[in-house]
């Protein structure tokens, strides 16, 4: 299967994943632990969660690119689906080993150093940037895995701000020293819920849900613009991996030839992939056209 300008732009955001958060889990950790801040090692950790993750992501789009064979007719995209469930569950497990690290030490209390907030500063920044730019990529490619990467790296900001406060208020005193283990144990709680909320959305694509109604028009709409369609009885897509797989039952005119029906509905499957390149394939089912009232209103199922 040939990529897309997004698709590509897709693997080059998850290499760039992988670099930065080595980097940054690398510095995280080490200067947490010279530092003594319980909060910035967690962040540290949740870094080399996200080069585990990243790397998931860029081994599942590869997967998924894979051409179309005899075992798997419909192409392998579900397995970049799958990642993004297993993406979920990580982030799950990450953020319940955080959490009760973070409060298991507790009564073991360091003064915090005031350059441990440096790395959480330059973190914050990275993982801003590199968030929009998945989300951006990650909806035009639809990739499910890259989508939910992004969510990784939103929590990345969300802990590294969390760390940072932790921070500044355990160095104002003996009595707020505890603020940097319980800011790892918040950091924790939130990779648990964003864990859970990705693994809801993939579920939610392997259980066929339809796409949203603007994209169920666009479809339509490709379908319609084809001379000869009639109307739509029915409309169906499901996402397999990157892209959309639709069923469409076509309402032609009824006295026309098995040939002149093949070939108009060869015309729609044509013109919706030419149109619409977050569809990897259509099935076209032809039926006969009778014109009854509310008859347009087919096409909007």
Excluded at 113 to 127: Q, R, T, V
Excluded at 225 to 231: F, Q
Aim: net charge neutral.
């Amino acid at each position: 299967m040939a990529l897309t300008r997004h698709e590509r732009l897709a693997r080059q955001a998850a290499w760039a994943s992988i670099g930065i958060s080595a980097i940054l889990a690398v510095i995280k950790i080490g200067v947490g632990l010279a530092a003594h801040s319980v909060s910035l090692i967690s962040d540290g950790f949740e870094s080399a969660a996200d080069f585990f993750t990243s790397g998931l992501v860029v081994f599942a789009l590869w997967v998924a690119a894979k051409p179309p064979d005899a075992d798997h007719p419909y192409g392998h995209g579900r397995f970049e689906t799958l990642t993004g469930l297993a993406i979920g569950v990580v982030l799950v497990a990450t953020g319940t080993a955080i959490s009760i690290r973070a409060l298991e030490e507790r009564n073991v209390q360091h003064a915090v150093a005031l350059y441990a907030i440096w790395p959480l500063i330059g973190s914050i920044i990275a993982k801003f940037a590199l968030a929009a730019a998945k989300f951006s990529i990650g909806k035009r490619s639809g990739s499910s895995s890259l989508a939910a990467d992004a969510w990784n790296d939103v929590v990345d900001v969300l802990s590294g701000s969390v760390a940072l406060v932790a921070i500044l208020l355990s160095i104002q005193g003996p009595r707020l020293q505890a603020a940097d283990h319980y800011g790892g144990f918040v950091i924790g709680l939130i990779v648990v819920f964003l864990g859970m909320n990705v693994a809801r959305e993939t579920v939610l694509q392997l259980m066929d849900t339809m796409p949203d109604e603007t994209q169920m028009s666009q479809i339509r709409a490709a379908a319609l613009g084809v001379k000869g369609a009639r109307a739509i009885e029915k409309c169906f897509a499901r996402k397999t991996g990157l892209r959309y797989h639709v069923d469409l039952h076509l309402e032609v005119d009824p006295e026309l030839t098995v040939r002149e029906s093949h070939e108009i509905a060869h015309d729609v499957k044509n013109t919706i992939k030419a149109q619409l390149e977050w569809v990897e394939d259509v099935l076209v089912h032809v039926e006969p056209f009778v014109a009854v009232p509310g008859a347009a209103a087919r096409g909007r199922r």
